[in-house]
């Protein structure tokens, strides 16, 4: 790790990251450059969720120290948008179970986005946000597809044309796109090739009735696979480029530009 913490954690921020594959963390404090420390642990596939969360998180003592805030993203294809004041009417499990059938187990997360004017609703594993809530008392429980989604309302403000903006990370794409109305679609994909990225990407195109000429992608992750699918969408879309990242953020530390930007984006959103 390129910083150790320090005794007092009290001002830092822990953001994790859980999939079934790995858990990625980062702690950081807002105010101090080069603070930033961060490591990815693989999860075998023999045992439970639960059990590999547990193993990780008590086997770094750094993560079970006091933090200003703590953020939990659990990523699924298992989510729902719902309007803000449609999402008044009801609880969040009536509309979640309108479109999709219970799972043992599952718990259904709620996360207000104020920019977009949006619900963003997602499934968890029951056990794992229980533990992270024991474990770190108050943390924020969220899909990653709300930090993407404000951030990237804030950068699609600038032009009159719509903007897609993509997000590449360990075999699936996260996909935000707006116009100047706001949100048009917010998706996650599987994409374990990268001509499955870029079929999910003009497909959405398509549907959407985007510009070939006037309106953009922007892609974000790892920097070989930003340049095949770019090479990909450029036979298709007069303008492809990688997300820029946040001038706020490249003094934080050396490794920030390594995690998946959703991360980067949720250090950015108050959420």
């Known amino acids: 790790m390129p910083h150790d ?7 830092y921020i822990l953001m994790l990251r859980i999939t079934r594959r790995e858990m990625i963390y980062s702690c950081y404090h807002p105010a101090v450059d080069g603070s930033l420390v961060c490591g990815r642990e693989a999860f075998s596939a023999s045992a439970s969720l639960l059990t590999e969360v547990e193993r990780v998180v008590y086997s770094r003592e750094e993560l079970l120290q006091p933090f200003k805030k703590v953020y939990v993203l659990l990523p699924t294809q298992r989510f729902l948008l719902v309007p803000v004041d449609v999402a008044a009417e009801a609880s969040p499990e009536t509309f979640f179970r309108a479109v999709y059938p219970a799972v043992d187990g599952e718990e259904v997360l709620e996360t207000r986005l104020p920019y977009v004017g949006a619900a963003l609703l997602s499934a968890a594993d029951g056990s794992v946000a229980s533990f992270v809530r024991r474990t ?14 404000e951030y990237f309302y804030r950068k699609s403000r600038v032009g009159n044309f719509a903007k897609v903006y993509a997000q590449l990370y360990d075999g699936y794409m996260e996909v935000v796109c707006f116009d100047k109305k706001g949100l048009l679609l917010a998706n996650t994909f599987a994409t374990p090739a990268t001509d499955d990225a870029a079929y999910h990407l003009l497909n959405v195109w398509q549907q959407l009735g985007l510009n070939q000429q006037t309106d953009e992608v922007q892609i974000a992750g790892d920097a070989v696979a930003r340049r095949e699918l770019a090479t990909l969408l450029r036979r298709y879309i007069l303008t492809v480029g990688p997300v820029i990242f946040p001038s706020q953020r490249h003094t934080i530390g050396s490794d920030a530009m390594q995690l998946p930007f959703d991360l980067t984006a949720l250090s950015l959103c108050e959420l």
């Open 136 to 149: 770190f008392g108050t943390p924020v429980v969220l899909h990653p597809l709300a930090p993407l989604c």
């Open 5 to 11: 913490l320090p005794a007092d954690t009290s001002q």
